[in-house]
């Protein structure tokens, strides 16, 4: 990985697009820290590790527990999207034939989930400001008023859609998907306070009789890590390799060609997903804590969408797994890939061209979802059920989460540099290279 890195380095337009992917990031981590005009930001820390608080700063950097103008980070933008292409399964027709349009319909599709962004962004920021406000121990808003919660709602949205801007920034000039690297700048930027959480939980306030068991605690723990990582980088790099033979190529002639499926088609935009599904209702439902506490309904809604729950832990699971399914097909569509295969005269040893190729490229990937939606269930619930049955710190019960997206964010951007890299080698065959 190092290596690769240093060799990208030379070469000037992979230079270009890392550089420029740092910058962007750069601006997103010091906007996380412009608190909102008329916030006390330091009334959440007494609530700061709490776990709805954890998994919108997951989305944010950080912005969350600053109260800065990017508080909401991309969590809006990602249920549009999921809402979005829910809609596309013939639920909404107008979305349907946007969708089999190309690039003029993804741009219509696209526009289309900036509208509901904007929409879902302004309600979760009054939202969840209404309910840290309604908190008594929490003095939040300086001088709450409707004009002030107005004003407030129109900067977080404001910020949401700037971050989502920079996003796309990344995709089209820099390196890897933006709203993931985002994500990932988040996560890695709050890393070092997690340790120092761990470290001050264990050591600092525990008691004196008790540093062995947190020394032998925290060693299995970074044992623990390492082995998730390689299980989870080794399914991550996993593929299925489906042959594939051209019927114009010479009889006799070598034929390794072959379509790689993943194992885990969808990555970890199934995670995301998820964590952003769970997060949305549970910012809608502060807004409400004030006045409806007690009521039945309010705490059933709040147990089920709160991820330290056995309840919430199992909707998570669930919601992965369902992502997963429905990701894999909208990243690998039977259909279109069966009729690429056709019209490219190419076909799969022994199946028909076709239906015959669409039902054999869906059984497939139902077979490899499976797998792929049970890797990541087991690596994002295994930590909540640690911290359930031991009593853990919560950023242990969120670090599977976390430790998905930061490695497969990672694995993603490598290998598109090492693609960038091959595709800069092909050049070189055809014309000289400019130089770096």
């Given at each position: 990985?190092?290596?690769?890195?240093?060799?990208?380095?030379?070469?000037?337009?992979?230079?270009?697009?890392?550089?420029?992917?740092?910058?962007?990031?750069?601006?997103?981590?010091?906007?996380?820290?412009?608190?909102?005009?008329?916030?006390?930001?330091?009334?959440?820390?007494?609530?700061?590790?709490?776990?709805?608080?954890?998994?919108?700063?997951?989305?944010?950097?950080?912005?969350?527990?600053?109260?800065?103008?990017?508080?909401?980070?991309?969590?809006?933008?990602?249920?549009?999207?999921?809402?979005?292409?829910?809609?596309?399964?013939?639920?909404?027709?107008?979305f349907v034939e946007w969708s089999k349009q190309g690039d003029v319909g993804r741009r219509k599709l696209n526009q289309a989930t900036r509208y509901l962004a904007i929409v879902l962004a302004f309600v979760q920021s009054i939202g969840i400001t209404a309910g840290f406000s309604a908190l008594s121990s929490l003095k939040l808003v300086q001088n709450p008023s409707i004009q002030t919660y107005f004003?407030?709602?129109?900067?977080?949205?404001?910020?949401?859609?700037?971050?989502?801007?920079?996003g796309d920034m990344i995709t089209d000039r820099g390196l890897g998907n933006g709203v993931s690297m985002i994500i990932f700048a988040g996560i890695i930027a709050r890393t070092p306070q997690s340790v120092y959480q761990l470290y001050k939980t264990y050591f600092v306030d525990a008691a004196t009789g008790t540093i062995w068991k947190s020394v032998l605690f925290l060693v299995a723990l970074l044992v623990l890590v390492l082995i998730v990582v390689t299980f989870v980088t080794w399914v991550q790099q996993a593929e299925r390799r489906v042959p594939i033979q051209y019927t114009r190529r010479v009889s006799g002639s070598a034929d390794n060609s072959y379509l790689p499926l993943k194992v885990n088609v969808a990555g970890v935009i199934p995670v995301i997903f998820a964590s952003s599904f769970i997060a949305t209702p549970q910012t809608i439902l502060m807004a409400f804590q004030n006045t409806h506490s007690q009521d039945a309904w309010y705490q059933t809604l709040t147990n089920i969408f709160n991820m330290q729950t056995p309840d919430g832990a199992t909707l998570y699971t669930?919601?992965?797994?369902?992502?997963?399914?429905?990701?894999?097909?909208?990243?690998?569509?039977?259909?279109?890939?069966?009729?690429?295969?056709?019209?490219?005269?190419?076909?799969?040893?022994?199946?028909?061209?076709?239906?015959?190729?669409?039902?054999?490229?869906?059984?497939?990937?139902?077979?490899?979802?499976?797998?792929?939606?049970?890797f990541l269930g087991f690596v994002s619930l295994l930590p909540l059920v640690a911290q359930n049955l031991w009593d853990l710190n919560e950023s242990i019960g969120l670090g599977g989460t976390s430790l998905l997206i930061v490695v497969g964010v990672a694995i993603e951007t490598m290998r598109q540099v090492d693609g960038l890299m091959m595709k800069r080698e092909y050049v070189g065959f055809i014309q000289d290279p400019e130089p770096a």
């Open positions: 990985m190092l290596s690769s890195l240093k060799n990208a380095f030379k070469i000037k337009d992979i230079r270009n697009k890392i550089l420029f992917t740092l910058m962007v990031l750069i601006v997103f981590r010091l906007g996380t820290y412009i608190t909102v005009p008329g916030i006390n930001a330091k009334a959440l820390q007494s609530v700061a590790s709490s776990g709805l608080v954890s998994i919108l700063d997951t989305f944010s950097g950080g912005g969350l527990s600053n109260y800065s103008i990017f508080a909401m980070g991309v969590s809006p933008y990602i249920t549009a999207q999921i809402v979005i292409q829910l809609l596309q399964m013939d639920i909404v027709p107008r004003a407030i709602g129109l900067i977080l949205t404001g910020g949401t859609m700037l971050t989502t801007w920079m669930v919601l992965i797994v369902v992502f997963t399914f429905f990701y894999a097909f909208v990243q690998v569509n039977p259909e279109k890939l069966a009729e690429n295969l056709q019209k490219q005269g190419s076909y799969i040893p022994g199946v028909w061209p076709g239906h015959e190729t669409q039902s054999y490229v869906s059984s497939l990937l139902m077979r490899l979802s499976t797998v792929g939606a049970l």
